[in-house]
């Protein structure tokens, strides 16, 4: 992932100063500690929140305790899985996000609500078939099951807002993914050390408290609760026109690079490349297969989408 940006942006930098400045380190702290807690009691069915209980508090966790960061980036490839149900699917779109939506279509999904459609897939970084691999356990892909995988890459000179979950615990650790690049990490580094010079110990912990509530729920295996938190989070986040898409650690391969951009953001920035005919012949475990590609499109008319097998 390619990140031009080296110094740290005087705007982000005034407002970090800002936040230890005026920002009253015990209430963040007596909140953010509180709200996680309901909301994980929700989560774990323990108490049960409204809607617009977890908004009110995802509200305040996202606008108040969380330091937007959204880093330009560039060169990213994607790898989506849908299966196949009989022969191979016809245009481009129909391995996209989903076009169609109804106020009940799509399901709520860990970073989508009800109706609301995202753009899921799977980062390619390493040269091998890592993120293959990761897209299959994503989709849950189970032993002979016949898929299409549509790759696409970035267009060049288009960039992509992105928001890194669990970076700042990352630093924090001082852990770096492997998906990132130095720069990215080392801008995230600068920003976090000039919020240790300026935040107190409490308000310091609320910010990373936040951060690793969001990392951790983002990462954990679904159900209807944790979806009913993960979906507002990202609908959050995802709000405005800056942020393009949040990049999180795969649920099915821990550690991994997926992504769920907004569609408006796959159609300005995204060249559908290729689509791939894959027959599963073992799930070994987690996101580790068995699969022979049976055939590759020729080519995807720029204009219709259409699929040339």
């Given at each position: 992932?390619?990140n031009?940006?080296?110094s740290l942006d ?18 963040a ?12 009691n ?15 508090k ?10 937007t ?10 790898l989506?899985v ?7 699917f016809?245009?481009a ?7 169609e939506t ?14 609301q ?14 993120a ?15 898929s ?9 000179g ?9 970076i ?33 110990s ?29 979906s ?37 920035a995204?060249a ?38």
């Amino acid at each position: 992932m390619k990140n031009p940006i080296t110094s740290l942006d005087p705007n982000l930098a005034s407002l970090i100063v800002e936040k230890g400045n005026k920002e009253c380190g015990n209430t963040a702290l007596e909140y953010s500690s509180t709200y996680i807690y309901q909301l994980n009691n929700h989560i774990n069915e323990v108490c049960s929140l409204s809607t617009s209980e977890i908004e009110e508090k995802i509200n305040y966790l996202v606008g108040c305790l969380t330091i937007t960061l959204d880093l330009p980036m560039s060169k990213l490839e994607f790898l989506r899985v849908r299966r196949c149900e009989g022969k191979n699917f016809g245009h481009a779109h129909e391995l996209s996000y989903i076009k169609e939506t109804t106020i009940c279509f799509p399901v709520q999904g860990r970073m989508n609500q009800v109706g609301q459609s995202l753009f899921y897939a799977a980062l390619a970084v390493k040269k091998d078939d890592s993120a293959l691999r990761v897209a299959l356990s994503e989709a849950r892909s189970k032993n002979l099951d016949h898929s299409n995988v549509l790759r696409s890459d970035q267009k060049n000179g288009v960039d992509l807002n992105i928001r890194v979950i669990g970076i700042w615990d990352a630093i924090r650790r001082n852990c770096k993914p492997y998906y990132l690049g130095n720069d990215i990490f080392d801008y995230y580094t600068k920003a976090s050390n000039l919020m240790e010079k300026n935040f107190d110990s409490n308000l310091l912990h609320a910010y990373q408290l936040t951060d690793r509530f969001f990392s951790d729920v983002l990462s954990r295996k679904g159900s209807i609760n944790l979806y009913q938190v993960t979906s507002i989070i990202s609908s959050v986040i995802l709000a405005g026109k800056v942020c393009d898409g949040i990049l999180y650690s795969s649920v099915e391969a821990k550690g991994e690079p997926v992504i769920a951009l907004k569609p408006s953001s796959v159609n300005r920035a995204l060249a559908h490349q290729m689509v791939e005919d894959i027959r599963v012949e073992k799930h070994i475990g987690y996101e580790f297969y068995k699969y022979r590609i049976k055939t590759k499109t020729k080519g995807i008319d720029r204009s219709t989408g259409k699929l040339n097998w």
